[in-house]
């Protein structure tokens, strides 16, 4: 069956420490996309990627970052910068139209003590 | 950018009642407007999604309407089921015109479905 896998789906990190999360579709789509959503907040937009080797920063870029060296790949690491991490993370994917709308991945919940 | 409002925030409906959930955008050059559904502890479903060339959309029990001069759309649920009760979220992007098919999502309405 074709996905999106978000791992792990809880996560634990000290304060201070870096984290990165995993995400691997397997649609063949072009875009992929990180969201993190919080209580009353909707989801907000941390980075996109419209193609291989290229992505670009959403509305609350700030102590995140990515990279997309493959079509299938979108990880995410959550830096020691980011003032409050604890949140649940959403991946997703979507041709390069968009036509179709977003797949999501089931999320990972991080937790920072 | 744009900026999606989405009202009420929580809604509790009878079993067999309709539920209405209302969105408005900002952004007069979004052209797609979906509706997740997120079950808990779980990513966001698509169940609907309309364009701006159309003003309304229907799926058995959920349609939608989009209102482009008002920049509203809504998402209507008849005959409400007890599995229907979720987070719903509302969306709005420009993916037709190289927008960068990015979406900007509502704040979402808790929906509950009571016996």
């Known amino acids: 069956d074709g996905g999106i896998t978000q791992s792990p789906k809880y996560l634990f990190r000290k304060e201070g420490q870096n984290v990165t999360l995993s995400c691997e579709q397997n649609?063949?789509?072009?875009?992929m996309y990180w969201y993190r959503q919080d209580p009353g907040q909707g989801l907000r937009l941390i980075y996109y990627?419209?193609?291989?080797?290229?992505?670009q920063k959403g509305d609350i870029a700030e102590g995140y970052s990515v990279s997309r060296e493959k079509k299938e790949s979108f990880p995410l690491t959550v830096t020691s910068a980011q003032k409050n991490p604890t949140a649940f993370y959403l991946c997703?994917?979507?041709?390069?139209?968009?036509?179709?709308?977003?797949?999501f991945g089931s999320g990972t919940r991080l937790t920072v003590v | 950018g744009e900026n999606v409002e989405q009202h009420p925030s929580t809604l509790s409906v009878q079993e067999g009642d309709s539920a209405v959930i209302k969105c408005t955008y900002s952004?007069?050059?979004?052209?797609?407007f979906p509706w997740y559904k997120q079950e808990l502890g779980k990513g966001p479903q698509l169940i609907i999604d309309?364009?701006?060339?159309?003003g309304e959309k229907k799926d058995q029990r959920i349609a939608v309407t989009l209102n482009k001069t008002a920049k509203h759309f809504s998402l209507h649920i008849t005959e409400t089921q007890p599995e229907d009760s979720a987070v719903y979220f509302c969306a709005a992007g420009d993916i037709l015109t190289g927008g960068g098919n990015k979406l900007t999502f509502g704040t979402g309405t808790q929906l509950k479905v009571e016996l």
């Open positions: 997703a994917s979507s041709i390069a139209s968009g036509l179709y709308g977003y797949t």
């Open positions: 309309i364009r701006s060339n159309v």
């Open positions: 649609l063949n789509h072009d875009a």
């Open positions: 952004d007069s050059a979004s052209n797609y």
């Open positions: 990627s419209q193609i291989v080797n290229d992505f």
